[in-house]
């Protein structure tokens, strides 16, 4: 009987390790987490931050309406064009420095709305 109350299903497979409750597959294949990103309003924000990188500023662009593998590919183009290093964490693009002026124009030609946020 308390068997049926349980959600999700199937959590571990010998086979493939752990699975995702909600899309039942593997962790690592998992359909359901890439969605569940805050969709957002369609605006690319292009901001500026310091907070806890030592006085070393980065630019943070949030809301790229790309999946992580895109992404990730979006962003190597990024930062070779802006000549420096950079990352890519829960969908937000890090680009070191102030790259604000290369940026919002490279966004804008994807045919994205972009603002700049922040200082």
Request: hydrophobic share 30%; glycine share 16%.
């Amino acid at each position: 009987m308390g068997m049926n109350k349980r959600k999700g299903g199937l959590v571990f497979s010998t086979d493939q390790g752990r699975m995702c409750p909600e899309c039942r597959n593997p962790v690592d294949d998992c359909t359901c987490r890439g969605a569940q990103r805050p969709a957002g309003d369609g605006i690319v924000r292009v901001s500026r931050e310091t907070k806890g990188r030592k006085g070393k500023g980065v630019t943070l662009v949030i809301g790229i309406p790309l999946d992580d593998k895109e992404l990730k590919a979006y962003a190597k183009q990024l930062k070779a064009k802006c000549g420096t290093g950079g990352t890519v964490k829960d969908g937000v693009v890090e680009i070191q420095g102030d790259q604000r002026d290369i940026l919002v124009p490279l966004l804008e030609q994807k045919g994205w709305t972009v603002k700049r946020a922040g200082g």
